[in-house]
C-alpha cells in the first residue's frame, strides 16, 4: 500500500489498484444515509400517527405505530439474513446500488401511503419493510468491505465506520426538526434522502472494489462459512447477545420522540440528535478503550451505563433530567454495534460475512419485536393511568393528560432497561471464561 495516496492492490489479481480511502468514503456515505433515514422515520412518527394511524385506532395508535417502524427492523433482518452468506456473489458493487434503488422505492411508497389503493396502515408497512431491505443492503456491504480494506485494524476502523450512523442520524432527524419548524409537508424529508442514495450509488458505481472475500482472515466459500458456522453453536450466544445489544439501541431511539415530547419539554428527537452526536465522537475512540478494558470489558462498560440511562429515562420530567438521562444511554450504546461485530469476526473467522449477516439480522429482528412491544406497554399504562376507560385516555386534557403520558413513557422505558441488566450478567460471565481459558 501507498500510504501517501492510500492504494491498495487486490490480493486476489495482484493487479487492480484499489484506493482505500474513496471505497472508505463510499461505504460512510452508505451508512450515514441509512442512518439519516433512521432518525427521519422517527422524527416523522408523529405525523404518520395523527395522518394516517389515529383515525383508523386511537387506542392502539401507538402499537401500531410501532409495528409500522419496526417493519423497517423487519426488512433489515432479512436482507441480512439471506444476502449476506451470497454477497461473494452479487459483489459489493451491485449490492450498494440495489440498496439505493430499494431505499428510494421504499420512500415512495411511504410518501403515497394515503392513495395506494389499500389501507394507510398497509402502505406504511410495505413502505418500511421495502426501505428496511436497502438499509439491511448497506450494512451488508459496509461491514465486510471495511474488514477487507483495513484487515489489521478492524475495531478501529468499524467504530470509526459506524460514527458516521450517529452522524446520519443527527442529520437526518435535525432535516426533520427544520422541516416541521418551516411547516413544510413531511413528506419533503424524503426527498433529501433520495439525493444521498443516488450520491452513494453513483460513486459505487464507478469505484472498483476488492473481492468479497478478503473481508476475513480466512477466505471461504458460501457452503464452508455455513459449515463453520455450525459447527461452532457459542456464536448463535453472541447472535442472541446481538439481540439485546440492538434493541437496548434502535428501540429507544424510534421511540424517543413520541414518548417524551409532550412531557419533557422539548421535542424528544432533541434528545436523539444529542445522543447520535456523543455516538460519533465517541466511536473514534474506541481502539484505545478496546487496548485498555478488552472487547468483553468494553461491553460490561456498555451495558452497566445503558441500563443506567434507560432506567432514568423513565423518570425524566424537564429538558435537565433527559439530557442527563441519555447521556448515560449513549455512553451506553455507543460502542454495542461495533465491538460486537468486531468480536465475532475475530472469534470465528472461518464465518465469514455469514457471521456478519447473522448478527445484523438478530440486531434489526430484535428491534421489529421490541417496539410494538414498546407501543402496547405504552397503550396499556395510558388505559390503567385513565382508570382503565378507553374514551377517558382519548379524550383527556391538561394535568390529566400529562399524568396519562407520563405513565406510558415511565412504563415503557423501565421495560427496556431490564435488557442491559441482563447482558451485564452475561458479558460478565464470558470475561470470567475468557480469564480462565487463558491460565489453562
Not at 149 to 159: I, K, Q
Request: glycine share 10%.
Amino acid at each position: 500500500m501507498n500510504s501517501a495516496t492510500d492504494i491498495m492492490t487486490d490480493s486476489v489479481t495482484g493487479s487492480v489498484p484499489l484506493n482505500r480511502g474513496r471505497l472508505f468514503v463510499v461505504a460512510l456515505l452508505a451508512l450515514f444515509t441509512g442512518g439519516a433515514a433512521v432518525s427521519m422515520r422517527a422524527a416523522t412518527a408523529v405525523h404518520m400517527r395523527a395522518e394516517y394511524l389515529d383515525p383508523l385506532d386511537k387506542t392502539n395508535a401507538g402499537e401500531m405505530l410501532g409495528t409500522v417502524l419496526g417493519s423497517a427492523f423487519a426488512g433489515f433482518a432479512i436482507t441480512l439474513l439471506l444476502v449476506s452468506a451470497v454477497l461473494a456473489k452479487i459483489g459489493f458493487r451491485n449490492a450498494l446500488i440495489a440498496a439505493a434503488v430499494l431505499l428510494i422505492t421504499g420512500f415512495a411508497i411511504v410518501a403515497g401511503a394515503g392513495s395506494l389503493g389499500v389501507s394507510p396502515y398497509t402502505g406504511l408497512l410495505v413502505g418500511m419493510v421495502v426501505q428496511g431491505l436497502g438499509w439491511g443492503m448497506i450494512e451488508t456491504v459496509i461491514n465486510p468491505l471495511t474488514s477487507a480494506v483495513y484487515a489489521h485494524d478492524r475495531v478501529s476502523r468499524l467504530s470509526i465506520l459506524h460514527a458516521w450512523y450517529p452522524a446520519g442520524v443527527v442529520a437526518g432527524a435535525l432535516m426533520g426538526l427544520a422541516v416541521d419548524g418551516a411547516g413544510a409537508p413531511w413528506r419533503w424529508e424524503l426527498l433529501v434522502l433520495t439525493v444521498l442514495c443516488l450520491a452513494f450509488a453513483g460513486l459505487a458505481a464507478v469505484e472498483k472494489f476488492p473481492p468479497v472475500s478478503a473481508s476475513t482472515d480466512a477466505p471461504v466459500t458460501p457452503g464452508e462459512m455455513i459449515k463453520a458456522t455450525l459447527q461452532n453453536p457459542a456464536i448463535f450466544l453472541w447472535v442472541v447477545l446481538m439481540m439485546f445489544t440492538a434493541s437496548t439501541e434502535f428501540a429507544p431511539g424510534q421511540w424517543v420522540d413520541v414518548a417524551l415530547s409532550q412531557i419533557v419539554g422539548m421535542r424528544g428527537i432533541w434528545l436523539l440528535v444529542y445522543v447520535s452526536g456523543l455516538m460519533f465522537v465517541m466511536r473514534h475512540f474506541a481502539g484505545p478503550l478496546v487496548k485498555r478494558l478488552s472487547n468483553v470489558g468494553l461491553l460490561i462498560f456498555s451495558a452497566a451505563f445503558a441500563t443506567v440511562g434507560l432506567y432514568a429515562l423513565s423518570f425524566a420530567h424537564d429538558p435537565v433530567s433527559a439530557l442527563l438521562a441519555a447521556t448515560a444511554w449513549g455512553f451506553g450504546v455507543c460502542y454495542f454495534w461495533p465491538t460486537m461485530l468486531a468480536t465475532v469476526a475475530e472469534r470465528y473467522p472461518r464465518s465469514g460475512t455469514l457471521v456478519f449477516g447473522l448478527m445484523g439480522s438478530a440486531g434489526a429482528a430484535s428491534t421489529y419485536v421490541v417496539l410494538p412491544y414498546l407501543g402496547g406497554i405504552s397503550d396499556r399504562a395510558k388505559l390503567a393511568a385513565a382508570g382503565g376507560d378507553a374514551n377517558l385516555a382519548a379524550n383527556a386534557q391538561g394535568q390529566q393528560l400529562h399524568d396519562i403520558l407520563v405513565a406510558a413513557a415511565s412504563a415503557s422505558f423501565k421495560a427496556i432497561a431490564l435488557i442491559p441488566l441482563c447482558l451485564i450478567v452475561i458479558f460478565a460471565a464470558i470475561a470470567a471464561m475468557d480469564r480462565m481459558r487463558k491460565r489453562g
